[in-house]
């Protein structure tokens, strides 16, 4: 059985379930099975959640593996706003944020996060430098 861990490049994740099934969450230092619902979009919006919440929700450790029920196919898609920049800033909803609970993240475009985390790879976490 091959295990594939994602880490999300950017903001956002599709996956389209099907009976195949194989995604996986981390929880509490175990990999839970996700029972697939034929249909259904699974929708990772990753360091976005975490980022526009400010803190008050993450986005889960996830994986898929291969199974036996049948092949699995996989797509890469790239989206970017390279041919019409976006000068949209993202950071903490404001009615998230008080002077009891003040922004963790300074605000970004896609832009800028999107050139930060193709020049550090895979495995640096990619709000660090976000962080106030």
């Known amino acids: 059985m091959g295990t594939t861990k994602h880490t999300d490049a950017g903001f956002l994740t599709v996956l389209l379930q099907d009976e ?3 995604l996986q969450i981390l929880h509490q230092n175990q990999w839970i099975d996700v029972p697939p619902t034929p249909g259904a979009l699974v929708i990772n919006i990753g360091d976005l959640l975490q ?3 400010n803190d008050k929700l993450r986005s889960v450790e996830h994986r898929v ?3 036996k029920k049948g ?3 996989s797509v890469a898609c790239f989206f970017t706003t390279a041919l019409a920049p976006s000068t949209k800033v993202y950071g903490p909803i404001k009615e998230l944020v008080s ?3 003040p922004p963790r993240y300074r605000e970004t475009t896609v832009q800028e996060y999107s050139q930060y985390s193709f020049a550090t790879g895979l495995g640096v976490p990619r709000l660090d430098h976000l962080k106030l």
Do not use: E, K, Y
Request: net charge negative; aromatic share 0%; no cysteine.
């Open 71 to 73: 092949p699995r196919v």
């Open 99 to 101: 002077d009891d609970d």
């Open 65 to 67: 593996v291969a199974n």
């Open 20 to 22: 195949i099934g194989g």
């Open 51 to 53: 980022l526009i919440s």
